[in-house]
T-cell receptor
Framework: EPEVTQTPSHQVTQMGQEVILRCVPI?????FYWYRQILGQKVEFLVS????????KSEIFDDQFSVERPDGSNFTLKIRSTKLEDSAMYFC???????????FGPGTRLTVL | AQKITQTQPGMFVQEKEAVTLDCTYD???????LFWYKQPSSGEMIFLIY??????QNATEGRYSLNFQKARKSANLVISASQLGDSAMYFC??????????????FGQGTELSVKP
């Protein structure tokens, strides 16, 4: 069964460093998403991506964040200069259409020291 | 404004019994979708069930069913014949349309379900 994959599973970084989180969505899906979940809290939407551009972003997704689909399979989230409060689980998700169910990857746990 | 409300932070159920997890939502959009996801202690998010706002019948997927009461804006998840492996955090989520937007999901705070042997 096709699934969304994410790498790395856990990343530890120093405050102020850049990180890139990688995702491989399900191959025939057209909509891609990033969400984050701070420990013990609910899942929060960051950004949606369709047709090689951002379709929607939340207020969390400020200038420190960017997304890219560099080739036909990968979907990346870059945090330019990490802050302590960026520590969270980051989930990538994909769906066939905007109205369909979203399938989530296993997440990347980001720890900023 | 809170759009998805899960009022039960924690629930206990005896193995083999049924349990209902509550979810209420708020939207002025006539077109929307409601989802339930399961998050075990390992952290992944597992899609369980979907209900569209125009669906006439309540959604069912195996032991999961969604008790959709549109007028009351509630979308409760019913798990029948609970199993020990059902112990997890459960999130209710809503997606508002229109289709020209990305279809982001808005999540509730979650309910932690513990199944007792």
């Amino acid at each position: 069964e096709p699934e969304v994959t994410q790498t790395p599973s856990h990343q530890v970084t120093q405050m102020g460093q850049e990180v890139i989180l990688r995702c491989v969505p399900i191959s025939n899906h057209l909509y891609f998403y990033w969400y984050r979940q701070i420990l013990g809290q609910k899942v929060e939407f960051l950004v949606s991506f369709y047709n090689n551009e951002i379709s929607e972003k939340s207020e969390i997704f400020d200038d420190q964040f960017s997304v890219e689909r560099p080739d036909g399979s990968n979907f990346t989230l870059k945090i330019r200069s990490t802050k302590l409060e960026d520590s969270a689980m980051y989930f990538c998700a994909s769906s066939l259409a905007s109205g369909n169910e979203q399938f989530f990857g296993p997440g990347t746990r980001l720890t900023v020291l | 404004a809170q759009k998805i409300t899960q009022t039960q932070p924690g629930m206990f159920v005896q193995e083999k019994e049924a349990v209902t997890l509550d979810c209420t939502y708020d939207t002025s959009d006539p077109s929307y979708g409601l989802f339930w996801y399961k998050q075990p202690s390992s952290g992944e998010m597992i899609f369980l069930i979907y209900q569209g706002s125009y669906d006439q019948q309540n959604a069912t997927e195996g032991r999961y069913s969604l008790n959709f009461q549109k007028a009351r804006k509630s979308a409760n998840l019913v798990i029948s014949a609970s199993q020990l492996g059902d112990s997890a955090m459960y999130f209710c989520a809503m997606r508002e349309l229109p289709y020209n937007q990305g279809g982001k999901l808005i999540f509730g705070q979650g309910t932690e379900l513990s199944v007792k042997p």
